[in-house]
């Protein structure tokens, strides 16, 4: 993923349902009816995802939580986002509108 890329904004993409079952989330495409489900870290990525929207302030979040370098973090992040992309689970927003 590009810097451009990783500076940019997400959002849940519509017809997306997620449920938190035993700390772990699963996810609902109702369009395809595809079901994904995530494991502990990653659900708190996407809960993170979901809130912020900002690819950039998740990753710096899950550094101080997890006590990971950034790089770890960043890569685990942008990995996820671009599983989520590919599922049409998440949707770009568009650019981090600098203040």
Known sequence: MSEGERTRRVRVAAGVLSREVHGEAVLLHLDSGEYFGL????????????????????????????????????KDVNALVS?????????????EVQP
């Open 83 to 95: 599983q989520l992309l590919e599922k049409r689970l998440l949707e770009i927003a568009g650019p």
């Open 39 to 74: 494991d502990g870290m990653a659900t708190r990525m996407w809960q993170l995802l979901s809130e912020l929207g900002d690819v950039q302030r998740v990753e710096s979040m899950i550094c101080e939580e997890y006590d990971v370098e950034p790089e770890s973090a960043s």
